[in-house]
């Protein structure tokens, strides 16, 4: 089965912070995604990636940045964290491809909140 | 570009019964695929269904089918024989053939009673 995991299940930060929200899957997937997920928006993205060290401008990718140094790993970046950031942020991976077989498979999630 | 709404913030269907979620969309690609993922409460999202918009054939997956108009640009959710296992958030989602990422709708709440 593939795994998807995100270092923290919650997460309570200050304004002006940096934060980090790290993302690991298992299954050698090429493409991993940075999801916000928000109550009445659904999921809107951030920033996506389909190879190490690159990276391409989801929807909303003001005040974020990511980071893809190995495959297997994808973090989001919050420069200088302010409250409305606070949100449920969603990870998840996939193999290249634009066929019918690319499933997009979900970490758990991390919620933040800023203070 | 691309939109995705989901009318329905909240659905209830009595445990046993039927219940059917909406989804538009909106697109002028002809070939696209669209999804729905099921998002319970504090754990991991999954894929419910998928559908290719090339495929007449409502796609089924056991308890869940849908119902796809592609000329409406409608995509419904149906599940019978509600379980208490199914509460959960439900997202339709669409991806266009060539695209890495996938559009999301606002997500339905559904809540199975007793």
């Known amino acids: 089965d593939v795994k998807v995991t995100q270092s923290s299940r919650y997460l309570v930060k200050r304004t002006g912070e940096k934060v980090f929200l790290e993302c690991v899957q298992d299954m050698d997937h090429e493409n991993m995604f940075w999801y916000r997920q928000d109550p009445g928006l659904g999921l809107r993205l951030i920033y996506f990636?389909?190879?190490?060290?690159?990276?391409e401008k989801g929807d909303i990718p003001e005040g974020y940045s990511v980071s893809r140094e190995k495959k297997e790993r994808f973090s989001l970046i919050l420069e200088s964290a302010s409250t409305n950031q606070t949100s449920m942020y969603l990870c998840?991976?996939?193999?290249?491809?634009?066929?019918?077989?690319?499933?997009?498979?979900f970490g758990p999630g991390t919620r933040l909140l800023v203070l | 570009a691309q939109t995705v709404t989901q009318s329905q913030p909240e659905m209830s269907v009595q445990e046993a019964e039927t219940v059917t979620l909406s989804c538009t969309y909106d697109t002028s690609e002809s070939d696209y695929y669209l999804f729905w993922y099921k998002q319970p409460p504090s754990r991991q999202m999954i894929l419910v269904i998928r559908q290719e918009a090339y495929k007449q054939q409502n796609a089924t997956e056991n308890r869940f089918s849908v119902n796809f108009q592609k000329a409406a640009k409608s995509f419904s959710l149906k599940i019978s024989d509600s379980q208490l296992g199914d509460a959960a958030m439900y997202f339709c989602?669409?991806?266009?053939?060539?695209?890495?990422?996938?559009?999301f709708g606002q997500g339905t709440r559904l809540t199975i009673n007793p």
């Open positions: 989602a669409y991806r266009f053939q060539g695209a890495q990422k996938l559009v």
């Open positions: 990636s389909y190879d190490v060290k690159m990276k």
């Open positions: 998840a991976s996939s193999i290249l491809g634009t066929g019918d077989r690319e499933t997009q498979y």
